[in-house]
């Protein structure tokens, strides 16, 4: 089997630079940091995938604090402390229609989803394990995506 | 296949799936201790028990129910959370103490607490559909052979994070009163609840069926569904191939929500005419990520009952369900029960309950 992978990192710096798939995301300035750099990711990796595991390690944690802190506390803020909401907006970024699992197993949760991951994998179906790590005193996300690539086989002998 | 050995409830209107009913046909209305409150929003407040300690007196009433049921003691287990924001009441007004993980206290108190050992443990957090998704995630576990059986548990703390969370949206009913598919419907409100529930690969005495959960994200929009229905109409069709007798609907009293399983159900099935429509949350209010849960707990009832409990804040709808509402209770002689949920960021689902034979 071929594993594809990628990776990316966000910045969340004000004010934000318009990205690529804004004319998809029509409220893309309203998103978190976390949600950016998952959006970022799926685009960039362009993978093909029929469900999503998504494993967010410290949850929504800033996103949660922030909105709990800041004055002037917006709906738009509300959302995106509900982890689903970074796959679905990826999703509509994608275009696409999949299932979702958010999935999270304190510091056991890179390796719950991975598990997750192979027996979807071992099922016939072609997931994409997204996992998203915020670095929160810098503003800056990480992410990185694995899904697997086509089992057709030229890409098999390919792969070997 | 999946059976559901065991499943409980801790509502507004007490402990358990018969105070449940009960409740709903007195028409009770949720209890939420916040959404009647003056209190502020957006600061801690130490009126509230902290969730922690909901979790374990609830967790301790519901396991030792589990147990009285008498379930198998063999056989290798696995515990699931269920939740959307887990105890995030108790620690994000504190800074000192925030430590980042709203969730592992929770299963933590579970795997202090649970008479059997635990093979594997994971929380599902997604959204409003969390229930569904746990037992989604269960039945995954069981056809894997991983275990044998599946404890999960739903629980949210409607702290004033959540309830804030739910003001700024302007999701909330303006005058206390759920109304589900009502044409005058202007909101929901919230209720502190939780549930449990045991999927197991093997039925014991007075099981259920329980079908393959079908959920899907549909990225339309992060605070409502795709009001075509079209996703929602997908995972009802796969999750319940034949005609239900009945759907226990989200019915959170919401403008899109509603009318969006509105349409859902008749395009679904073309002889949607006999479908009864009921849903729970007008009487216990929205209990996040137990919520799923808590309907799989008045399907029971209404299978040992036969009797469907009405929408008794319904007045006039005019969506497509309008005849298939249950306004005043209902007998029920039906075998097949539909139980649907979104949630937030677009997120449906729908699982399927019968009788075992």
């Given amino acids: 089997m071929k594993v594809h992978f990628h990776s990316t990192q966000f910045q969340m710096t004000q004010p934000l630079a318009e990205p690529v798939w804004s004319p998809k995301v029509p409220r893309w300035y309203q998103l978190d940091g976390a949600a950016h750099v998952v959006i970022q990711l799926l685009v960039e990796a362009n993978f093909q995938f029929d469900?999503?595991?998504?494993?967010?390690?410290?949850s929504c944690n800033q996103t949660d604090f922030d909105f709990a802190r800041n004055e002037g506390r917006k709906a738009q803020k509300f959302v995106h402390t509900l982890p689903n909401i970074r796959a679905s907006m990826a999703l509509q970024a994608l275009d696409r229609v999949c299932p979702v699992y958010c999935l999270l197993s304190g510091?056991?949760?890179?390796?719950?989803?991975?598990?997750?991951?192979?027996?979807?994998?071992a099922e016939?179906?072609?997931?994409?394990?997204?996992?998203?790590?915020?670095?929160?005193?810098?503003?800056?996300?990480?992410?990185?995506?694995?899904?697997?690539?086509p089992d057709t086989k030229a890409e098999v002998k390919k792969t070997l | 296949m999946?059976?559901?050995?065991?499943?409980?409830?801790?509502?507004?209107?007490?402990?358990?799936?018969?105070?449940?009913?009960?409740?709903?046909?007195?028409?009770?209305?949720?209890?939420?201790?916040?959404?009647?409150?003056?209190?502020?929003?957006?600061?801690?407040?130490?009126?509230?028990?902290?969730?922690?300690?909901?979790?374990?007196?609830?967790?301790?009433?519901?396991?030792?129910?589990?147990?009285?049921?008498?379930?198998?003691?063999?056989?290798?287990?696995?515990?699931?959370l269920a939740s959307t924001k887990g105890i995030i009441d108790d620690l994000i007004w504190n800074t000192e103490d925030y430590n980042f993980d709203t969730?592992?206290?929770?299963?933590?108190?579970?795997?202090?607490?649970?008479?059997?050992?635990?093979?594997?443990?994971?929380?599902?957090?997604?959204?409003?559909?969390?229930?569904?998704a746990a037992i989604e995630m269960a039945q995954s576990w069981l056809r894997r052979n991983w275990v044998d059986h599946v404890f999960i548990f739903g629980f949210d703390k409607i702290g004033t994070f959540t309830l804030g969370g739910f003001q700024t949206l302007k999701a909330l009913s303006h005058d206390s009163v759920v109304?589900?598919?009502?044409?005058?419907?202007?909101?929901?409100?919230?209720?502190?609840?939780?549930?449990?529930?045991?999927?197991?690969r093997e039925p014991s005495r007075d099981s259920f069926i329980v079908g393959p959960v079908q959920g899907i994200c549909e990225g339309v929009s992060a605070t409502r569904p795709d009001i075509s229905g079209i996703n929602l109409k997908d995972c009802y069709q796969k999750a319940c191939p034949e005609t239900p007798d009945l759907v226990i609907a989200h019915g959170t009293g919401t403008f899109y929500n509603d009318a969006t399983e509105s349409k859902a159900i008749f395009q679904a099935f073309p002889d949607s005419r006999n479908i009864r429509v009921t849903c729970s949350k007008w009487s216990v209010g929205h209990s996040l990520g137990a919520s799923g849960l808590i309907d799989l707990g008045l399907a029971t009832e209404i299978f040992k009952q036969k009797i469907i409990p009405g929408i008794l804040t319904l007045q006039e709808?005019?969506?497509?369900?309008?005849?298939?509402?249950?306004?005043?209770?209902?007998?029920?002689?039906?075998?097949?029960?539909?139980?649907?949920?979104?949630?937030?960021?677009?997120?449906?689902?729908?699982?399927?309950?019968?009788?075992?034979?």
């Fill in chain 2, 179 to 200: 109304r589900p598919f009502d044409k005058n419907r202007n909101g929901l409100l919230l209720g502190d609840s939780s549930a449990s529930c045991v999927i197991s």
């Fill in chain 1, 107 to 121: 510091s056991d949760t890179l390796e719950v989803a991975l598990e997750e991951w192979v027996a979807q994998r």
């Fill in chain 2, 103 to 132: 969730f592992t206290p929770i299963l933590d108190e579970i795997k202090a607490i649970f008479p059997f050992p635990i093979e594997r443990s994971l929380t599902v957090s997604n959204a409003c559909t969390s229930s569904h």
């Fill in chain 2, 2 to 80: 999946s059976y559901l050995n065991f499943v409980t409830v801790s509502t507004c209107h007490g402990h358990g799936t018969q105070k449940l009913v009960e409740g709903i046909l007195n028409g009770c209305g949720p209890q939420s201790r916040l959404n009647d409150s003056e209190s502020p929003f957006f600061s801690k407040n130490d009126s509230f028990p902290s969730a922690l300690e909901m979790v374990r007196s609830e967790l301790a009433v519901q396991i030792t129910e589990m147990k009285n049921q008498g379930l198998p003691e063999r056989g290798r287990w696995g515990v699931i």
């Fill in chain 2, 317 to 357: 709808s005019d969506l497509e369900v309008s005849e298939n509402l249950v306004r005043k209770t209902e007998k029920f002689d039906g075998d097949n029960i539909l139980i649907s949920s979104l949630g937030f960021g677009g997120t449906c689902s729908a699982l399927n309950v019968r009788k075992a034979q």
């Fill in chain 1, 51 to 58: 469900s999503l595991i998504l494993a967010s390690p410290q």
């Fill in chain 1, 124 to 149: 016939g179906r072609r997931p994409a394990l997204v996992v998203v790590d915020p670095v929160t005193d810098e503003n800056q996300y990480t992410a990185w995506v694995m899904a697997a690539g």
